[in-house]
């Protein structure tokens, strides 16, 4: 079908909310085993996708952060280059220091800035990862309970042949 594992659980518990009502048995329903079953094996399925694509975010996030360290030590470089230039004078060696110092100092706050973004984005990417996958395991749960309640009644409810 192509939905995601969100879209597969909203119809799950469609076909769950929707489904005929037993008489006697307000907890009770009666749901198409097979269309069920195919939804949890859609559900089953996507979830490795949503994990890769957890774990691709998370790969992110490092190559970003390493981006960023390379970013700020080129300027630390480009910053020693330049003060080693300016050694002639000692008020240019003041200035090409205090520049140096300001340029690597602001290197690495946007640094931590980037590290702290790219952190929370992928915290909250892992954590709606998480969430859909804790959602899902509790309607599974759910389902399978609710059967297991239906098929415990029915077989109770059978008359005995004399």
Do not use: H
């Not at 470089?77 to 300016?86: G, N, S, T």
């Amino acid at each position: 079908m192509g939905n995601s594992v969100q879209e597969l659980l909203e119809m799950l518990y469609t076909l769950v909310s929707e489904a005929w009502g037993l008489p006697l048995g307000a907890d009770k329903c009666v749901i198409e085993r097979d269309k069920v079953l195919d939804l949890l094996d859609e559900i089953k399925a996507q979830l490795p996708a949503e994990l890769a694509e957890a774990k691709r975010l998370v790969a992110a996030r490092s190559e970003f952060v390493a981006n960023a360290k390379k970013e700020a030590e080129s300027i630390r470089k480009v910053a020693e280059d330049r003060a080693r230039q300016m050694m002639d004078e000692q008020e240019i060696v003041k200035a090409a220091k205090a520049k140096s110092t300001e340029m690597v100092s602001m290197a690495e706050e946007r640094s931590a800035e980037l590290r702290r973004v790219a952190n929370e984005y992928a915290d909250d990417a892992l954590r709606r990862t998480e969430e859909a996958i804790a959602e899902a395991l509790n309607e599974v749960r759910q389902s399978r309970s609710k059967f297991r309640s239906v098929a415990a009644n029915s077989q109770r409810q059978e008359p005995a042949e004399d």
